[in-house]
Structure formats: C-alpha cells, structure tokens
T-cell receptor, first 113, second 113 residues
Framework: GNSVTQMEGPVTLSEEAFLTINCTYTATGYPSLFWYVQYPGEGLQLLLK?????DKGSNKGFEATYRKETTSFHLEKGSVQVSDSAVYFC????????????FGKGTHLIIQP | NAGVTQTPKFRILKIGQSMTLQCTQD?????MYWYRQDPGMGLKLIYY???????DKGEVPNGYNVSRSTTEDFPLRLELAAPSQTSVYFCASLIAGGKGEQFFGPGTRLTVL
C-alpha cells in the first residue's frame, strides 16, 4: 500500500536558519505530493503541491521538488521565521487524491527568536 | 464562502454513548472526507464520498458510519463510543479534478471516557 515517511520532530531552529524536512514515499503509479501545515488549534492548510515528477511546488518561501528517482519530496526554506512554527505534514494522493490522502506522521517545527 | 465548517468543536462522551459530528461545505465540492488525527500521528482516512448518495470506507472505518444525502453535508456517526475513538476529527472536501488539493475544516476534538 501507499505510505509516507517524514523526519521525526520536534525540529528546533533559530530564526533565519535554513530548513529541510525530509519526506519519502512509497506508492504505485504516479501520485500527487503535498505539504500541509497545521498551526496550533487549527485545521490543515495546503502549503504547496506537485503533481508530476520534477515539478517544484513553492509558496511563502517554502519549496519542494518531486523526485521520482529517489521517491522524495523534501521541504526547504532558506530563512525561517518565528511565524513558521507549526506542524508540517507530507502527504500523497494516488490518482490525484480523489480516494483520500495518505499522510506522514508530521514534523513539529519550533523556531526560536 | 465559509469553506468547510464542523460542529461541535469539542465534545466529551461516555463509553457507549452515540453522537454525530457535523460537516458542511459551501464550495459545491463533489468529494468529501473524514479523517482522524491521533497524538503524534498523521491523519488517517475513515470514510469518504465522491458525491451525494455514494460513500466508501477508508483505512479505519470500524465504529463509524456516514451518509451523504446532499452535496453540502457529510455527517459522521459514532454509534457506541469507545476510548479508542478519542481523537481529533477533521472533515475535508475536494472539487472533482482538483488534483487532491483538499480543504480542511477546523476539527472536532472528541474525548471518550
């Protein structure tokens, strides 16, 4: 079956540091890949997505590239801010995701001023 | 648009009680989903629906029931609450052909004692 593995947290960084959160997946076919962010007490919000190999999703300074050869979709940001503190979920949607998404366990990111 | 709304926000149930979690979306989306989020875990799919009158089981459907009589509403019913159902429940929706970009509600935190 489909699965998503992402690095365990919490990840603690200083403001303006470089961020990488690793995500690898197992799936048949060509799934769409997503990063969702969850702020305390809120639902999930789509951060970025990629629907085919070599696509790069980007939003709010975050980027991730769909790497089929390494089955990865690592999240990066060049300079994090305190406001980026949240839980980040990597997810995949087989067949576009209409049958539901498969999520990783989430990575809690803490940015210290 | 209000997006995806869920009620109640919080609820405490006793073992064996029943309740319905409400979910409504005003975006005219065809697809709707129920997920549960346990502490330190990603979201797991309970049930989903591809349109009014059609529902399908997800990864963890046991102990739950759903119905979809209208495009807007997708209630989740717990018939005999058990402590294992203590979780945060999220409803989501997706427009047909939306490539898996699901929109999430704010969640319902349920505790079964």
């Amino acid at each position: 079956g489909n699965s998503v593995t992402q690095m365990e947290g919490p990840v603690t960084l200083s403001e303006e540091a470089f961020l990488t959160i690793n995500c690898t997946y197992t799936a048949t076919g060509y799934p769409s890949l997503f990063w969702y962010v969850q702020y305390p007490g809120e639902g999930l919000q789509l951060l970025l997505k990629a629907t085919k190999a070599d696509d790069k999703g980007s939003n709010k300074g975050f980027e991730a590239t769909y790497r089929k050869e390494t089955t990865s979709f690592h999240l990066e940001k060049g300079s994090v801010q305190v406001s980026d503190s949240a839980v980040y979920f990597c997810a995949l949607g087989a067949g576009g995701g209409a049958d539901g998404l498969t999520f990783g366990k989430g990575t809690h990111l803490i940015i210290q001023p | 648009n209000a997006g995806v709304t869920q009620t109640p926000k919080f609820r405490i149930l006793k073992i064996g009680q029943s309740m319905t979690l409400q979910c409504t979306q005003d975006m005219n989306h065809n697809y709707m989903y129920w997920y549960r989020q346990d502490p330190g875990m990603g979201l797991k799919l309970i049930y989903y629906s591809v349109g009014a009158g059609i529902t399908d089981k997800g990864e963890v459907p046991n102990g739950y029931n759903v119905s979809r009589s209208t495009t807007e509403d997708f209630p989740l019913r717990l018939e005999l609450a058990a402590p294992s159902q203590t979780s945060v429940y999220f409803c989501a929706s997706l427009i047909a052909g939306g490539k898996g970009e699901q929109f999430f509600g704010p969640g319902t935190r349920l505790t079964v004692l």
